[in-house]
């Protein structure tokens, strides 16, 4: 026991003081004062083993609180591919902005000038893949909603604009003039299809009367009619600009437009464009002809290669191609008889805007062998005296230019040649029939 106390003594570190040069040993604690300090420092690491096992304890609470609610949340799909929505189209005489169609993008529509735009100017894509809001249309704006004709006047449709045909005894742009005329010109009066009777009603002890749109209020107060007014007349009188591009119908209290035979009118209403009969299967060609469409109809054709005269002789490789046969070493004029004779069918509106280039051609060389080093192209035959003009576009390609304008309907054939030189020496000529239908319609 005196050797164990001694130990505890030394790891108490008793203190060595050295004083006066001499050295003395602070004695150490005796055994109770030990086992005192002992039994403290035993009490203070109890407090700090519960305290830190209690921080423990707290700490594991939180981390598994802390675990449950992270596997309530929902799994991500990170292979899933991005919800989207349908596509939209922009609507007839309108733009759409916008071309993503992810959750939570925005499409936008505008609608061009004449038009309103009707429903949903902005769409945005749900999470559920649908679209808000409703499907965008763009309407034709009416100028005469705002009934701008005073006085009994009509107003009538035009294109961005209108005109207010006034009643008896009223003129003016507005009809806020009263004045004394004769039945005007547009007004049809002599068909019964043509007239209404109008809407009267009393109001504050008078009657006042109106006529449905397209129609004019004629006669007098007692006997008034609605007769119907001829846009067709308004417009063409007045030098407004056409109401139709080719032909205007008056109908009772409105227009049609009209287009001529092969031709089919378009979404705007006024406007006409050519039936393509060969594309559409309208025609009647026969076995070994071609149809070939022409403004408001169809050709069916057959080209033939020339005849063989002494050595020159023609093979047709194409329906539109005809080569010239190997010609004799020594025969100078086979040589100098075009090489390829090519067909070809163009079909152009009266009055086209000039100048204007029609066809080109072109020199081509095969794998492996130089080309010719100089071309020349010229106009040599057909009944097209100084309507067209050839020239040169790059060094191995010649225009046909149309230099006068053309009224329809007439048939024009052209021939162009191009001849290939190589060292200033001949080498070919090719030529080109150009067969030209001209329409009598600007359209």
């Not at 609605?226 to 030098?239: A, F, H, T």
């Not at 005269?309 to 005809?322: A, D, E, L, R």
Request: charged content about 20%; proline content about 5%.
């Amino acid at each position: 026991m005196a050797l164990s106390f001694r130990r505890r003594c030394l790891l108490l570190l008793c203190l060595t003081a050295i004083q006066g040069g001499h050295a003395s040993v602070q004695t150490c604690m005796d055994k109770h004062q030990v086992v005192g300090v002992l039994r403290q420092m035993e009490k203070f690491l109890k407090g700090q083993e519960m305290r830190f096992t209690e921080g423990l304890r707290i700490m594991k609470s939180k981390l598994a609180t802390l675990q449950n609610s992270v596997s309530k949340l929902p799994q991500a799909d990170q292979t899933a591919a991005p919800t989207t929505c349908p596509s939209l189209e922009a609507p007839a005489h309108g733009t759409k902005f916008g071309s993503k169609y992810f959750v939570g993008h925005e499409v936008h529509f505008t609608c061009s000038q004449g038009y309103r735009l009707v429903g949903s100017a902005t769409r945005a894509c749900r999470d559920n893949g649908t679209w808000t809001g409703i499907s965008a249309l763009c309407k034709d704006i009416s100028e005469c909603e705002s009934n701008p004709c005073q006085n009994g006047g009509t107003c009538v449709e035009g294109v961005n604009q209108y005109k207010c045909i006034c009643a008896q005894n009223w003129s003016g742009s507005h009809c806020q003039h009263q004045t004394q005329t004769a039945p005007p010109e547009w007004s049809v009066m002599n068909d019964p299809a043509f007239s209404r009777r109008p809407r009267c009603a009393q109001v504050n002890q008078a009657q006042h009367c109106s006529c449905d749109a397209g129609f004019h209020m004629s006669g007098t107060s007692d006997n008034s009619i609605c007769q119907d007014v001829n846009e067709c007349e308004v417009y063409r009188l007045d030098q407004g600009g056409k109401l139709c591009v080719h032909e205007c119908v008056n109908v009772p209290g409105s227009y049609r437009c009209s287009c001529p035979s092969g031709y089919k009118l378009l979404a705007d209403r006024r406007s006409c464009e050519d039936v393509d009969e060969c594309l559409s299967q309208q025609h009647n060609c026969s076995r070994g002809t071609t149809c070939i469409n022409m403004g408001g109809g169809f050709q069916c054709v057959n080209p033939e290669c020339s005849r063989s005269h002494g050595n020159i002789s023609y093979v047709k490789t194409s329906p539109f191609q005809c080569e010239r046969n190997p010609c004799p070493m020594d025969s100078r004029s086979c040589h100098l008889a075009p090489k390829t004779v090519s067909f070809h069918y163009l079909s152009l509106s009266s009055n086209l805007q000039t100048p204007a280039t029609l066809f080109r051609m072109a020199t081509a060389s095969a794998p492996g062998r130089t080309g010719p080093d100089s071309l020349r192209f010229g106009i040599v035959g057909g009944n097209s005296r100084g309507i067209f003009a050839m020239q040169r576009s790059d060094r191995q390609t010649g225009e046909l230019i149309l230099v006068q304008q053309l009224r329809g309907p007439q048939e024009i054939s052209i021939d162009v040649d191009m001849s290939e030189y190589s060292d200033r020496t001949f080498q070919a000529k090719h030529v080109a029939k150009v067969n030209i239908l001209v329409s009598p319609y600007n359209f």
